[in-house]
C-alpha cells in the first residue's frame, strides 16, 4: 500500500483528453459474484488533497486487515493532473482497477466502455440502501456505472445574524417565491442602508442552478437521449430575473458577480458579510461557516409552478473500471468504501454527506454544527427524479453558462440572443464529441 501525491501532467486540457484518448478503452470483464483466496493487488486513484490521501490510506489499511490477501496501492492527484492521468492511463489499457469520478466526466468514459457496470457484482456490491433518486444519478443507458459517495442539494444559505441585524424575519420557505426572494433581498439591502446587499449567487454562474430553474418550469436541460433539451423561456425567465434582482438593488453588481467568482466560496459576498443570502449545495455550509464565522442556516430553494425542482447532486462517485483484472475485488472495496460502518468512522462527510442511508444513520448521532445541519438538511428537503447525467461533450457547460451570462449581466447582448446561441453552441459541442 503506498499513497503518493502526483504532480499536474504537462498534457492538453482535461476535456480534450477525457473525451479523445478513452475511446476504444474498454475492457471484458463481465459478471461477477464471489472473491478468490490468492495474494491479489488493486489500485484506486483520486483526486484531493493530502488530508483526503490520510483518510482514504487509513480506509486502505482497515480494508487490507479484512482481506488479508487484497493489496491495494493508491494514488492521488490535484484535479486536473488527475483528470489528465486517467484519460492517458485509460487509452493506454492501464486504467486504475477503482476510480473516483466525477458527474461532468461520468457519459464519457461510460459511453466508451471505459467503466464497469457494478450490478454484475451485486453479490459483492450492496446498493440497497441508497435511494433511488441517488443511484439514478451513476446510471447511463440504464446500466450503473458510478455509485455516488455522497449526495448534495440545492439550498439557499442565510446569514441569521444580518437577517436579526436589519430586523428582517426569515421567511416561510416551504413556500416562498423567486418573487418574495427579490422583496426579502431589497429589504436586507435598504434597512441597511446600502452596507450590505440582500443576496449574491445570482443564477447563471453554476450548471446546478439552471437545472433547478429549467426543472421548476417543468422542462430539463438535457434529455435521455443527451441531446440539449433547454427551453429558451427558461434561461431568459432565470437571466431576467437576475436583472430585476440587480436593478432593484437586492442583489450584487455584475461586477461584484466576477469578483465573487474569482475569490472562491471563502471570499465571495456571503461570507464576507456583504450578503445576507445566496444559494449553495447544502454541503458547502460548512465552509462557509469557517469563512463567515456567523450563524448560518440552510432554506430550501424559492420555486414557481407544482414541479419538484431540487435534485440529489452527487459529491462525487466511486467506480470500477472494466480494463480491472481483478473487478470482484475492486468491487469488495467499493462496498467496503459505501457501505461500511468502519470506513465511514474514518471518511466520515470528508467526500460528502453519505449517499448510503445507512451509514447516515449510523454517522448521524456523532455529527454536529454544519455537518449535522447539512445532513438534516438532505434528508428533509424534497428531491424530484436525478436529471440526466452530462452527456459527453457537454462538461464545459458551467465556463459556458458564465460567459454567456457575464453577457447578459454586463447588457452586451439580450437574454433572448444569448440564451439561442448558448443552447445552439452547447449542442454543437456534444455533436462534434460523438
Same mark, same amino acid.
Given at each position: 500500500?503506498?499513497?503518493?501525491p502526483?504532480?499536474?501532467?504537462?498534457l492538453?486540457s482535461?476535456?480534450?483528453?477525457s473525451l479523445?484518448?478513452t475511446?476504444?478503452a474498454?475492457?471484458?470483464?463481465?459478471?461477477?459474484?464471489?472473491?478468490?483466496d490468492?495474494?491479489?493487488?488493486?489500485?484506486?486513484?483520486?483526486?484531493?488533497?493530502?488530508n483526503?490521501?490520510?483518510?482514504t490510506?487509513?480506509?486502505i489499511?482497515?480494508?487490507?486487515?479484512?482481506?488479508?490477501n487484497?493489496?491495494?496501492?493508491g494514488?492521488?492527484?490535484?484535479?486536473?493532473g488527475?483528470?489528465?492521468?486517467?484519460?492517458?492511463?485509460?487509452?493506454a489499457?492501464?486504467?486504475? #482497477? @477503482?476510480? %473516483?469520478?466525477?458527474? $461532468?466526466?461520468?457519459a /464519457?468514459y461510460a459511453n466508451r466502455? !471505459? *467503466?464497469? #457496470? @457494478?450490478? %454484475?457484482?451485486?453479490? $459483492?456490491?450492496?446498493t /440497497?440502501q441508497?435511494?433511488?433518486? !441517488? *443511484?439514478?444519478?451513476?446510471?447511463?443507458?440504464?446500466?450503473?456505472?458510478a455509485?455516488?459517495?455522497g449526495?448534495?442539494?440545492?439550498?439557499?444559505?442565510?446569514n441569521t445574524?444580518?437577517f436579526?441585524?436589519?430586523?428582517?424575519?426569515?421567511?416561510?420557505d416551504?413556500?416562498?417565491?423567486?418573487d418574495d426572494y427579490?422583496?426579502?433581498?431589497k429589504?436586507l439591502?435598504?434597512?441597511?442602508?446600502?452596507?450590505?446587499?440582500?443576496?449574491?449567487?445570482?443564477?447563471?454562474?453554476?450548471?446546478?442552478?439552471?437545472?433547478?430553474?429549467?426543472?421548476?418550469?417543468?422542462?430539463?436541460?438535457?434529455d435521455?437521449?443527451?441531446?440539449?433539451?433547454l427551453q429558451p423561456k427558461?434561461?431568459v425567465?432565470?437571466w431576467?430575473?437576475?436583472m430585476?434582482?440587480?436593478?432593484?438593488?437586492g442583489?450584487?453588481?455584475?461586477?461584484t458577480?466576477?469578483?465573487?467568482?474569482?475569490?472562491?466560496?471563502?471570499?465571495?459576498?456571503?461570507?464576507?458579510?456583504?450578503?445576507?443570502?445566496?444559494?449553495?449545495?447544502?454541503?458547502q455550509?460548512?465552509a462557509?461557516?469557517?469563512?463567515s464565522?456567523?450563524?448560518?442556516?440552510?432554506?430550501?430553494?424559492?420555486?414557481?409552478?407544482?414541479?419538484?425542482?431540487?435534485f440529489?447532486?452527487?459529491?462525487?462517485?466511486?467506480?470500477?473500471?472494466?480494463?480491472s483484472?481483478h473487478?470482484a475485488?475492486?468491487?469488495?472495496?467499493v462496498?467496503f468504501?459505501l457501505?461500511?460502518?468502519a470506513?465511514?468512522?474514518?471518511?466520515?462527510t470528508?467526500?460528502?454527506?453519505?449517499?448510503?442511508?445507512?451509514?447516515l444513520?449510523?454517522?448521524?448521532?456523532?455529527?454536529?454544527?454544519?455537518?449535522?445541519?447539512?445532513?438534516?438538511?438532505?434528508?428533509?428537503v424534497?428531491v424530484g427524479?436525478a436529471?440526466v447525467?452530462?452527456p459527453?461533450?457537454?462538461?464545459?457547460?458551467?465556463?459556458?453558462?458564465?460567459?454567456?451570462s457575464?453577457?447578459v449581466?454586463?447588457?452586451?447582448?439580450?437574454?433572448?440572443?444569448?440564451?439561442?446561441a448558448?443552447?445552439r453552441?452547447?449542442?454543437?459541442?456534444?455533436?462534434?464529441?460523438?
Amino acid at each position: 500500500m503506498n499513497v503518493r501525491p502526483v504532480g499536474r501532467l504537462a498534457l492538453a486540457s482535461v476535456a480534450a483528453l477525457s473525451l479523445t484518448l478513452t475511446a476504444c478503452a474498454g475492457g471484458s470483464a463481465g459478471p461477477v459474484d464471489k472473491l478468490g483466496d490468492k495474494p491479489v493487488t488493486i489500485s484506486v486513484d483520486w483526486w484531493g488533497d493530502a488530508n483526503r490521501a490520510k483518510t482514504t490510506n487509513e480506509v486502505i489499511k482497515a480494508f487490507e486487515k479484512k482481506h488479508p490477501n487484497i493489496t491495494v496501492k493508491g494514488q492521488y492527484k490535484d484535479w486536473t493532473g488527475y483528470w489528465d492521468a486517467l484519460a492517458t492511463a485509460t487509452a493506454a489499457k492501464d486504467s486504475p #482497477d @477503482v476510480i %473516483q469520478m466525477d458527474e $461532468l466526466y461520468l457519459a /464519457s468514459y461510460a459511453n466508451r466502455g !471505459a *467503466l464497469y #457496470d @457494478v450490478s %454484475q457484482a451485486n453479490k $459483492l456490491l450492496d446498493t /440497497s440502501q441508497f435511494a433511488k433518486e !441517488a *443511484l439514478a444519478t451513476g446510471q447511463v443507458d440504464g446500466k450503473q456505472y458510478a455509485l455516488p459517495i455522497g449526495v448534495t442539494a440545492l439550498a439557499i444559505v442565510v446569514n441569521t445574524d444580518l437577517f436579526k441585524k436589519y430586523g428582517v424575519p426569515l421567511p416561510d420557505d416551504k413556500t416562498w417565491t423567486w418573487d418574495d426572494y427579490t422583496k426579502i433581498a431589497k429589504e436586507l439591502t435598504d434597512k441597511s442602508g446600502g452596507k450590505i446587499h440582500g443576496a449574491s449567487g445570482t443564477p447563471g454562474f453554476d450548471a446546478g442552478t439552471l437545472k433547478y430553474w429549467a426543472r421548476q418550469e417543468g422542462g430539463s436541460v438535457f434529455d435521455k437521449d443527451g441531446k440539449v433539451s433547454l427551453q429558451p423561456k427558461a434561461l431568459v425567465d432565470m437571466w431576467n430575473f437576475a436583472m430585476n434582482l440587480i436593478s432593484s438593488g437586492g442583489g450584487i453588481s455584475a461586477s461584484t458577480m466576477v469578483e465573487d467568482q474569482t475569490a472562491g466560496i471563502a471570499g465571495a459576498s456571503l461570507a464576507t458579510h456583504r450578503s445576507a443570502m445566496a444559494p449553495a449545495y447544502n454541503t458547502q455550509i460548512t465552509a462557509l461557516q469557517q469563512a463567515s464565522g456567523a450563524h448560518l442556516k440552510l432554506l430550501r430553494m424559492p420555486h414557481v409552478g407544482t414541479a419538484e425542482a431540487n435534485f440529489f447532486k452527487p459529491s462525487m462517485y466511486w467506480s470500477v473500471s472494466s480494463q480491472s483484472k481483478h473487478p470482484a475485488e475492486a468491487a469488495a472495496f467499493v462496498d467496503f468504501l459505501l457501505n461500511s460502518d468502519a470506513a465511514a468512522d474514518i471518511l466520515r462527510t470528508e467526500r460528502g454527506i453519505p449517499a448510503n442511508k445507512d451509514v447516515l444513520k449510523h454517522l448521524s448521532p456523532s455529527l454536529s454544527g454544519t455537518d449535522k445541519a447539512a445532513a438534516d438538511y438532505s434528508n428533509t428537503v424534497p428531491v424530484g427524479d436525478a436529471p440526466v447525467v452530462t452527456p459527453n461533450g457537454a462538461s464545459g457547460i458551467e465556463a459556458m453558462l458564465q460567459r454567456y451570462s457575464q453577457q447578459v449581466y454586463f447588457k452586451k447582448t439580450s437574454p433572448e440572443s444569448a440564451a439561442k446561441a448558448f443552447i445552439r453552441e452547447l449542442q454543437g459541442e456534444i455533436d462534434a464529441a460523438k
